[in-house]
């Protein structure tokens, strides 16, 4: 936790309601996402018992598994999940645009919007990831068959889990994430968890404060809790006797219609409070203007959309269970990629979050007294335009001489400090050397080199692309990391997919 977070905390604990620690949205916001609350039965792996689907707050459709131990319920559940999801999916890759590949010199097509599915807590999104490799594998014939959409919505289900591993991504996103990323309420990391106590200090009622709505949103007679786990006294006393009438009906056609509509009835009591708010959250999350490089990362999703479901038209093979070494390697980096890029992206557009770099001495703030935006370095073999600006600022300077720093206002400008001089009081003067972004020739672009009188932030992070790494073919790694004989990774497709746990 940062500093600033931190404090952040301490104030909303001593006012009584959660603090912005953000200016701007850090995510995308789809006009028509997909809301999902899913619920799981205790002491089962991964058996789905219940989820409420739609969206539109008024839109929401209860499905539910009244035996979830039975295994044609669950895929059922599935099939009938899958006649929701697909063909929401499907309305999202109507239109595409061009996008220019190879300096221009070629182009590529993607879909012009991606779906988004938004689930109440990371526990959501570990029950679909599990979902989703519970039913990608299965067969539509066979000695187990499923529906044919079933596996297909497995699939895309482990694509949107892996698209929320992608730092930056907002394909499948957490509730409470997506508000704890913009706000810091005055409770412990592990409670932001619950969503009813979190947006109890985001948006108290009125007369309130933060933390008496957090306390009754403890009591699960009041706030269920949010999925996809149940509370035991709910099972105990409830659930599990609604199940078991369901159960002794047997073939009594009026008593198992009464019972599935009392378990239905009670399913929706427990899942309704988590729906209201979701949508509750999507209203706080849609008041805040997206940041200006948001747009850049929806790209991505679009992008991986796009592809993704170029390669299931194809009929290519499910995600495999486990990635090869060379595939994991290659994962991993590029995670790390997205997420060195991410947090910079998130400081460019944020003062806010800019801060934080500013308390660890990665940045800092000063105004421009100097500026020569005419200087040309004539030194090696060709002039070439190099302007110089100072800056006085009052924070500690601590990059040394030489170091590269670039600034949120100019982008695609370098600049290289020349020298840092501390001046009266607390003040420092440090003169910056710059390159780029400034056009071709001898003479600045106008605007391109700050004028004095300019208050700017300069810092050590860097937005500039950062190029992939090499790693090598499968076939040139050794047998002990996926190379021949055989390759780590690839999907036989067996029967014992088929005969797999449910989990």
């Given at each position: 936790m940062s500093t600033l977070r931190a404090l952040a905390r301490v104030r909303a604990q001593y006012v009584g309601r959660a603090e912005r620690v953000a200016t701007v949205r850090h995510l995308h916001l789809s006009d028509?996402?997909?809301?999902?609350?899913?619920?799981?039965?205790?002491?089962?792996?991964?058996?789905?018992?219940?989820?409420?689907?739609?969206?539109?707050?008024?839109?929401?459709?209860?499905?539910?598994?009244?035996?979830?131990?039975?295994?044609?319920?669950?895929?059922?559940?599935a099939a009938e999940l899958a006649g929701i999801v697909l063909p929401w999916i499907d309305a999202h890759r109507q239109v595409t645009e061009a996008v220019p590949v190879d300096r221009g010199k070629d182009v590529r097509h993607r879909y012009v919007d991606a779906p988004q599915v938004?689930?109440?807590?990371?526990?959501?999104?570990?029950?679909?990831?599990?979902?989703?490799?519970?039913?990608?594998?299965?067969?539509?014939?066979?000695?187990?068959?499923?529906?044919?959409?079933v596996?297909?919505?497995?699939?895309?289900?482990?694509?949107?889990?892996?698209?929320?591993?992608?730092?930056?991504?907002?394909?499948?996103?957490?509730?409470?994430?997506?508000?704890?990323?913009?706000?810091?309420?005055?409770?412990?990391?592990?409670?932001?968890?619950?969503?009813?106590?979190?947006?109890?200090?985001?948006?108290?009622?009125?007369?309130?404060?933060?933390?008496?709505?957090?306390?009754?949103?403890?009591?699960?007679?009041?706030?269920?809790?949010?999925?996809p786990a149940t509370d035991p006294e709910f099972d105990n006393r409830r659930l599990f006797p609604a199940i078991e009438a369901y159960a002794a009906a047997g073939d009594d056609a009026d008593a198992r219609r009464a019972a599935y509509a009392g378990l239905a009835g009670l399913l929706r009591d427990q899942l309704t409070p988590t729906w209201e708010l979701m949508w509750r959250g999507v209203a706080l999350l849609r008041d805040l203007p997206a940041g200006a490089r948001?747009?850049?990362r929806w790209a991505g999703d679009r992008d991986a959309f796009t592809g993704f479901a170029e390669h299931v038209d194809a009929g290519g093979a499910p995600q495999p269970r486990r990635d090869g070494a060379?595939?994991?390697?290659?994962?991993?980096?590029?995670?790390?990629?997205?997420?060195?890029?991410?947090?910079?992206?998130?400081?460019?557009?944020?003062?806010?979050?800019?801060?934080?770099?500013?308390?660890?001495?990665?940045?800092?703030?000063?105004?421009?007294?100097?500026?020569?935006?005419?200087?040309?370095?004539?030194t090696g073999k060709r002039p070439v335009l190099r302007p110089r600006i100072q800056l006085v600022t009052d924070e500690p300077v601590v990059v040394p001489v030489g170091a590269s720093l670039y600034s949120p206002a100019r982008p695609g400008q370098k600049a290289k400090v020349v020298f840092v001089t501390?001046?009266?009081g607390s003040k420092t003067e440090v003169v910056l050397e710059l390159s780029g972004g400034m056009g071709r020739g001898l003479t600045p672009s106008p605007g391109s080199v700050p004028e004095v009188g300019e208050r700017l932030c300069y810092t050590t992070l860097s937005d500039a692309f950062l190029p992939a790494g090499t790693f090598p073919a499968v076939e040139e790694t050794p047998w002990t990391h996926g190379g021949p004989p055989v390759a780590a990774g690839e999907s036989t497709g067996d029967d014992a997919d088929a005969v797999e746990e449910w989990a």
């Open positions: 028509r996402p997909l809301v999902l609350v899913p619920l799981a039965l205790a002491g089962e792996a991964n058996a789905p018992l219940a989820a409420l689907v739609g969206t539109a707050p008024d839109a929401g459709r209860l499905l539910l598994v009244p035996q979830p131990r039975n295994r044609d319920q669950r895929f059922a559940f938004l689930v109440p807590n990371p526990a959501g999104v570990t029950f679909l990831r599990l979902f989703g490799r519970s039913t990608r594998f299965r067969r539509p014939d066979g000695e187990y068959p499923v529906h044919p959409s596996p297909v919505l497995g699939r895309w289900l482990t694509f949107f889990a892996e698209r929320a591993e992608y730092p930056g991504s907002a394909a499948l996103l957490a509730m409470t994430e997506a508000l704890t990323l913009h706000w810091a309420t005055g409770q412990s990391v592990v409670e932001d968890l619950h969503l009813p106590a979190l947006l109890g200090w985001i948006d108290p009622p009125p007369g309130s404060t933060g933390a008496q709505a957090a306390a009754r949103a403890e009591d699960p007679t009041v706030c269920p809790p949010a999925g948001v747009a850049g060379v595939a994991a390697a290659q994962k991993l980096h590029r995670l790390e990629r997205a997420l060195t890029s991410y947090a910079v992206q998130r400081a460019y557009d944020d003062p806010l979050v800019m801060a934080e770099y500013r308390l660890t001495g990665e940045a800092f703030v000063g105004d421009v007294t100097l500026a020569d935006p005419t200087r040309v370095d004539d501390p001046a009266d």
